[in-house]
């Protein structure tokens, strides 16, 4: 019974991911030739933050991150206890820039984009909940005929 919840939910949980990829593609289609300039530079942004923040990693925090041995979890927990005062201010800016793009980004959208953004998701959520009913988690792995 357990594994049958777990693959519902699993499923559940890619099909609405997908819905929401879909919706950010079809988003960016609509968006303005100055918001595609906005959303290029913000991805340049945080790619050189991202690099910085690799290049301040320790030979052991490289070490930990090259365990095939420990889940992306156990690593994670690993690299937080090792962090540096410097890498964590590091990791909070970043998590600043982010919001505050994404803050950005909202700001820019016309009124007629957001109702699209929401539409798209309105139907996304419908088709998510569709594909629940008839039983086969948005994902093909059904439990119909069993």
Do not use: P
């Not at 939910?9 to 099909?15: D, E, I, N, P, V």
């Not at 992306?72 to 919001?99: H, I, P, S, W, Y």
């Amino acid at each position: 019974m357990a594994i049958i919840a777990t693959v519902i939910t699993t499923g559940a949980a890619m099909a609405q991911d997908m819905n929401k990829d879909q919706v950010r593609t079809q988003t960016r289609d609509n968006l303005t030739e100055e918001q595609h300039l906005m959303l290029q530079e913000r991805k340049q942004e945080r790619i050189m933050l991202r690099d910085q923040f690799k290049a301040s990693l320790t030979e052991e925090q490289k070490a930990i991150l090259q365990n095939q041995e420990m889940t992306q979890g156990q690593k994670r927990e690993q690299l937080r206890e090792c962090f540096t005062d410097e890498q964590r201010a590091m990791l909070q800016n970043q998590m600043q820039v982010r919001e505050a793009n994404r803050e950005a980004m909202r700001g820019s959208l016309t009124e007629t984009q957001k109702e699209q953004v929401r539409a798209k998701m309105r139907a996304g959520n419908r088709e998510t909940t569709r594909d629940m009913q008839s039983g086969n988690g948005g994902n093909g792995a059904g439990l119909k005929g069993q």
